[in-house]
């Protein structure tokens, strides 16, 4: 009930509601890509130098309709769209799970032991959080290799320490708390005391959390595939059509590049708006 209320809450927001509507219509198309494709080969790659860099509501010699044109090697732009969200959809849901399986535990353990064990993982979350986001990527990404899956990995893993520096907080704002000091008084053990009753009620302020490090993930993401070191052709990403396309800016065909740049935006904007609205409606400030 107390979800359902929340989603009713979030709803009624204005930003919510639009952030929510957006990145639905995102999903969406994601999932039916093939169904809005004039290519339906996989990642719509099928090339035609003849047809290449056409504008937009552009009909093929083959009578095929391109609503959003053909890019610089002749490929469907609206299939090379619309499946570039899935790359960029999969590396905020799977690079934030990651952060979230890292830095919860780190952070827990540290905000409730403290002394020692809060000493030697807060020198941990400070040494990577002294190292920028986007050099700690590209070195793992030349660690791991390009691709796919290893975006997902570097990514996840310079984005733990805002989740741990957020629960250490959290837990060690609520450890005083009457309810902690009367389940130790029953015997709880530090385990249930600490996963059972301190970290739900850090729940609100990490749904916030991630919200926004959605937004991150695929900026990160884009980034890399924009430096050649995301996923790789034939894959679309975002990044790397804008990377392809961004000397067309000068020339009749600019759309080639912003397209993508627009689509990046507007689903960047909706993770942020979303997690504008949820800090509103669970009110996180008043947590103590």
Do not use: C
């Amino acid at each position: 009930m107390k979800a359902m209320a929340t989603l009713a809450a979030l709803w009624r927001n204005p930003l919510g509601r639009t952030g929510a509507i957006v990145l639905f219509l995102w999903l969406f198309l994601a999932v039916f890509a093939y169904a809005f494709s004039a290519d339906s080969s996989p990642w719509a790659n099928s090339m035609n130098l003849a047809e290449s860099a056409k504008p937009m509501q552009h009909r093929g010699a083959d009578g095929v309709m391109h609503w959003l044109g053909t890019d610089r090697y002749g490929r469907d732009m609206t299939g090379r769209l619309l499946l570039g969200s899935r790359v960029s959809l999969s590396v905020g849901f799977i690079a934030v799970g990651i952060a979230m399986l890292v830095g919860i535990p780190i952070g827990a353990w540290a905000g409730f032991y403290g002394g020692p064990v809060d000493s030697a993982l807060s020198v941990l979350i400070q040494v990577f959080w002294s190292i920028p986001s986007l050099l700690m990527v590209m070195a793992l990404s030349f660690v791991l290799g390009k691709g796919f899956w290893q975006v997902f990995v570097a990514v996840g893993l310079t984005s733990w320490v805002e989740v741990a520096r957020l629960v250490r907080g959290q837990v060690k704002a609520w450890k005083p708390s009457e309810f902690v000091q009367a389940a130790q008084v029953l015997g709880y053990s530090n385990q249930r005391i600490l996963w059972k009753h301190i970290m739900p009620q850090t729940l609100a302020p990490l749904i916030v959390l991630a919200a926004s490090q959605f937004a991150s993930a695929i900026l990160l993401e884009s980034g890399l595939s924009f430096l050649g070191l995301g996923a790789q052709p034939p894959m679309p990403s975002w990044g790397g059509m804008i990377r392809d396309h961004y000397p067309y800016l000068l020339t009749g065909q600019a759309h080639l590049a912003l397209i993508p740049g627009l689509a990046l935006a507007s689903l960047v904007l909706a993770f942020q708006v979303l997690g504008t609205a949820l800090r509103d409606v669970l009110d996180v400030r008043a947590v103590k």
